[in-house]
């Protein structure tokens, strides 16, 4: 499976040991930067990621800033996409089987390495259950289709 990062300055710091765990699970992990710990603007960052997993259907993404909020509405601005905002391995879990979420997003000052781990874990064990929340994710997507521009 293929995962997008990207994050900014207060995200940096743990994008190294996300990226490790992705690899030893066997997945592809695409930088999407930044390639330092210098200040940059998570909106660029959390659009950036956003578009890859848009592009690449299958993907997925994650973000990290340093509270994971601003990352993940960035993110959650591009069409389509479903970026959640978790904190835990239950809110990791709930994200895609109720959500369907493409993106994973945490904050580096909020969660440790532990959790961080538990919740990737538990966002890759975890699959869509459709059903019921089938038509709830397509209101959601609906919500895009109201506000596109022409």
């Known amino acids: 499976m293929t995962f997008y990062i990207a ?6 710091a743990v994008k190294a040991y996300v990226k490790e765990l992705l690899n030893e699970r ?8 930044p390639d330092s710990a210098d200040r940059v603007d998570y909106p660029d960052y959390g659009r950036k990621c956003a578009e ?5 259907a299958g993907s997925f993404g994650i973000v990290v800033c340093g509270t994971g909020i601003g990352i993940s509405v960035s993110a959650n601005k591009v069409p ?3 970026a959640a ?9 709930m994200a895609r089987a109720h959500n369907d979420a493409q993106i994973l997003a945490f904050g580096e000052r909020v969660v440790g390495r532990g959790v961080i781990e538990s919740m990737i874990d538990a966002f890759l064990a975890t699959e869509f259950e459709g059903g019921r929340h089938t038509g709830r994710v397509a209101k959601i997507n609906a919500i895009d289709s109201d506000y596109k521009r022409d």
Request: charged letters at 25%; aromatic letters at 6%.
């Open 7 to 12: 994050t900014d300055h207060a995200g940096y």
């Open 26 to 33: 066997g997945h592809t992990v695409i930088d999407l930067g």
């Open 52 to 56: 890859a997993v848009r592009d690449d």
């Open 80 to 82: 389509g996409i479903r």
């Open 85 to 93: 905002l978790c904190h835990d391995a239950y809110t990791a879990a």
